[in-house]
């Protein structure tokens, strides 16, 4: 080897240290480069990007450093600012609690929905986390009745007797199921019923313990009326959506098709012609005696709108499911309601959340309609009372602003939630 | 205790209604029948209670009298004077009107966005992801309100006024105004019907020499050039009877006058705002479904087109857009569908759809809530019907063959 080191004019004999990329194959510019503008049509795009977004920060930015948070009126507002752009946010600094609360809900008791809510969301982590303690659960079961008796007040015993006839009713169900299945649910139903009628008796005479000042259903608003509308549905039209997915599914003609007419008779009018229906129609279905506040009727029709939608999401969630899980049911020897309750629906549900979450977002966000036939919610409560007030005609920005990103916030991480579930469910290693 | 004393026998026992799973559906299916006819029934006894105490009854006699109020948009000929059926009509074209002009807005914005957001472009890629985000998960009604705030902040009419006007009109023959956007409106002058047949005529000679040029192919395998014959055979024919013929179709540019602008074809604040706002929302979710179904077709079907020797625009036309396509259509026509019912939240910037006069002015005016709804959901749910059976027959016609 070394006498061929004498013939040639230079070899290299040591290795070279290792040196830095080329500063175009490096870091930022690297990233540039091949993200931004890797060819021409790219660069073109950036570059048109870039106007968009230098332009909308140039527009929208002297308005919010410019805003205004500690007047009492627009024409306040406008003195201040003397022609400069900038944001009336003391808008919402001045009416927050109506537009969370809506207008007629006793400021006093503003911490009572709250609580509710914070109840809620506690309420709900055990049923969106698995990893939570099972034991939470019992949170969940009974919100419910701890909701109702914060949002709307009066005595708690009306709250706990109807938990008792939920429980008694459960465990004659448990007790009387093995005689069938639907005879335990007409048992429990039965059961319940009689505690109910009973609370109901002795309930004026326990009247003084634990009373919260009633608030009345039409002086709910606000934010909290979209919440309350999304949740009481939502949570309605489960139970409600799997007994028509079922049905949809069933081998028996007539109930097939009344489940088919309803889905499709449902899904196929706006929901809007529905709230006219519940502002104008229902009131003429029902014994002229009976009184029901619009809330409740409101509450009528979202649930039937979106449990056909639910249906429609679960009946894809049962057609998923290979047929081999129901021959396996029928081949164990269980009944209908055996083999729904223990093999088919615990799948079926499973695969269909993420079709349930969307299905809830769409319904959240359509809460907001309610404002069409005149109820308060946040954006009644801004076309409304707000923007009709002579202190803040004219603040439409802020305000729409304001409501589009409460909603954003609320659906975008629930729908960011969804997605991490079907990241968590999925069991196919890619 | 009867199946003690009676021998078992073959024929039917009453018991066998709850206990035979032949027989228990029948049972199941009459209690069901029995419960729903009841509630009906007591729904309709209700009704009819109401009605009496109320004084009113269900008729339809309503529609054929004066309706007395103006609508500010309408596609047909329309004054107070007219009856509701026709004010209906007026609606009901208003609102196939937004769903039609919608619809193409929003497939246009969703499949740049949808394309955009797969784009190796970081910026625009984020870009478009804010934008179907946003939209995404905000009520439709607030981007309803929201856009109709931004049409009122564009110029008064009166801006286009004067010597040096505040305001100019867009390539000097669109005007946007705070009280609708005017447009140039064609003119169907005499003979012009000459240049329409002609182009028809053109557009099926253009399919024929398409379908020509594929039959070729097929059979001996020479490829004829399909861009720009097509082009020429669609254009040049017309364009040359269109100067023969002294140029019928004329142009009508909309003019400022008074205090308006006259000509062209206006449209109104409330319709330009319903539109751009279901377009913006409705392009946001088809992007989605656009981006999905692009991303559904496996990689492994490009690179197999590679490896044969397309060209990536064939890759594109000829193996990944008919899978893809198959991919997105259905839920995009369902997304058509969601349009033409979130159209009915016209009611909230004041375009007289249907949902505005039948189921605004018209129901308060007479009071008729029942039929009002009522022919409200049927309109609706024709519409639907309608649009879910093209989507069937579409399924139908692409499902994968498997043999």
């Known amino acids: 080897m070394s006498d061929m080191h004498s013939h040639l004019a230079f070899v290299r004999t040591e290795m070279l240290a290792q ?139 009306t709250s706990v007797f109807v938990l008792i006839g939920v429980v008694v009713g459960y465990l004659v169900f448990t007790k009387a199921e093995r005689f069938g299945f639907v005879l335990g649910l007409v048992a429990g139903l039965i059961a319940a019923v009689v505690v109910w009628k009973i609370g109901g008796a002795i309930t004026p005479a326990v009247d003084g313990i634990m009373v919260l000042e009633p608030v009345a259903s039409r002086d709910m608003g606000g934010f909290m009326l979209n919440m309350m509308l999304g949740v009481v549905c939502i949570s309605l039209s489960l139970p409600i959506g799997i007994m028509l997915a079922l049905g949809r599914q069933s081998h028996m003609p007539i109930i097939k098709g009344i489940s088919v007419v309803f889905i499709e008779f449902i899904r196929g009018v706006p929901l809007i012609t529905l709230l006219f229906v519940a502002s104008v129609v229902l009131a003429y279905f029902f014994p002229p005696e009976t ?19 639910i249906a429609e999401v679960i009946r894809g969630g049962l057609a998923a499911l290979p047929k081999g899980q129901y021959e396996a049911a029928d081949s164990l020897g269980l009944d209908y309601a055996q083999a729904m309750r223990l093999i088919i629906l615990p799948q079926a549900l499973k695969i269909s959340i993420p079709g349930i979450v969307n299905v809830a977002v769409g319904l959240f966000k359509d809460t907001t309609l309610v404002s069409v036939i005149s109820m308060f919610d946040l954006v009644g409560m801004i076309r409304g ?46 | ?90 609606g009901v074209l208003n609102t196939l009107l937004v769903a039609f002009l919608g619809c193409i807005t929003a497939t246009i914005l ?13 910026l625009v890629a984020k870009l478009m992801s804010v934008y179907v985000e946003s939209f995404r998960n905000v009520p439709v009604l607030i981007w309803i309100l929201i856009i109709s705030t931004i049409v009122t902040v564009m110029p008064a009419p009166r801006a286009y006024r004067g010597e040096t006007p505040d305001a100019e009109m867009f390539l000097g023959i669109i005007a946007f105004t705070n009280r609708g956007i005017y447009v140039p409106k064609p003119l169907w002058l005499e003979g012009s019907w000459v240049v329409v047949t002609v182009f028809v005529l053109s557009v099926i000679g253009a399919f024929a020499y398409r379908a020509y040029a594929k039959k ?165 749910l024709v519409i639907s019907l309608g649009i879910s059976a093209v989507m069937n027959t579409y399924n139908n016609r692409v499902k994968l063959k498997e043999r």
């Open chain 1, 291 to 309: 009184n029901m506040d619009l809330i409740l009727r409101v509450i009528i029709m979202i649930t039937m709108f979106s449990s056909a939608y």
């Open chain 2, 216 to 380: 070729l192919l097929f059979s001996t395998g020479k490829l004829l050039p399909m861009g720009w014959p097509t082009l020429a055979i669609l254009f040049v024919p017309a364009i040359l009877v269109y100067f023969i013929m002294g140029r019928p179709i004329g142009v009508e540019i909309p003019e400022l006058g008074g205090f308006n602008f006259s000509g062209g074809i206006a449209m109104q604040r409330p319709l330009i705002a319903l539109w751009l706002a279901l377009s913006v929302y409705t392009g946001a979710f088809i992007a989605e479904n656009v981006r999905a179904g692009i991303q559904a077709i496996n990689r492994g079907q490009t690179e197999a087109a590679a490896s044969l020797g397309l060209r990536p625009g064939r890759i594109m036309s000829l193996v990944v857009l008919p899978q893809a396509l198959r991919v997105i259509i259905p839920p995009v026509i369902s997304q058509f569908l969601n349009l033409t019912k979130n159209s009915s939240l016209a009611i909230a910037v004041g375009y007289m759809d249907l949902t505005g006069t039948l189921g605004g002015i018209t129901l308060n005016q007479t009071g008729r809530a029942i039929e009002c709804v009522l022919l409200l959901m049927l309109f609706y």
């Open chain 1, 19 to 157: 040196q830095e990329p080329p500063i175009k194959e490096k870091g930022i510019v690297k990233w540039a480069r091949s993200n931004l503008f890797s060819n021409w049509v790219n660069s073109v795009l950036t570059i048109v990007a870039l106007y968009v977004i230098v332009r909308l920060i140039f527009s929208a930015g002297p308005w919010f450093l410019n805003g205004i948070w500690d007047t009492s009126s627009l024409a306040q507002c406008r003195e201040i600012l003397d022609g400069a752009r900038g944001a009336c946010f003391s808008v919402l600094s001045e009416r927050w609690q109506q537009l969370l609360f809506g207008i007629a809900y006793p400021s006093d008791q503003y911490w009572r929905p709250t609580l509710a809510f914070v109840l809620m969301l506690v309420a709900a982590a055990p049923v969106l986390f698995v990893a939570l303690p099972r034991a939470m659960l019992i949170i969940t079961g009974l919100f419910p009745f701890v909701a109702y008796w914060l949002l709307w007040g009066g005595t708690i015993m």
């Open chain 2, 110 to 122: 969703g499949v740049f966005a949808g394309v955009g957001r797969l784009s190796k472009n970081w």
């Open chain 1, 385 to 430: 009372p707000i923007l009709a007030s002579t202190e803040w005609n004219g603040v439409y920005w802020e305000l729409y602003g304001f409501a589009a990103l409460l909603f954003f916030v609320t659906c975008y991480s629930i729908s960011q939630y969804s997605q991490w579930l079907e990241r968590q469910l999925r069991t196919d290693h890619r």
């Open chain 2, 1 to 90: 205790m009867t199946a003690y004393t009676d021998p078992p026998k073959e024929s039917f026992q009453l018991s066998q209604l709850i206990h035979d799973t032949r027989y228990r559906s029948y049972t199941f299916q009459f209690i069901a029948l029995v419960l729903l006819l009841f509630g009906l029934g007591y729904l309709t006894m209700n009704l009819i209670t109401n009605l009496r105490v109320a004084g009113l009854s269900i008729s339809y006699g309503f529609l054929g009298q004066p309706a007395g109020y103006d609508i500010n948009q309408s596609l047909i000929e329309y004054n107070n004077q007219d009856s509701h059926l026709r004010a209906s009509i007026v």
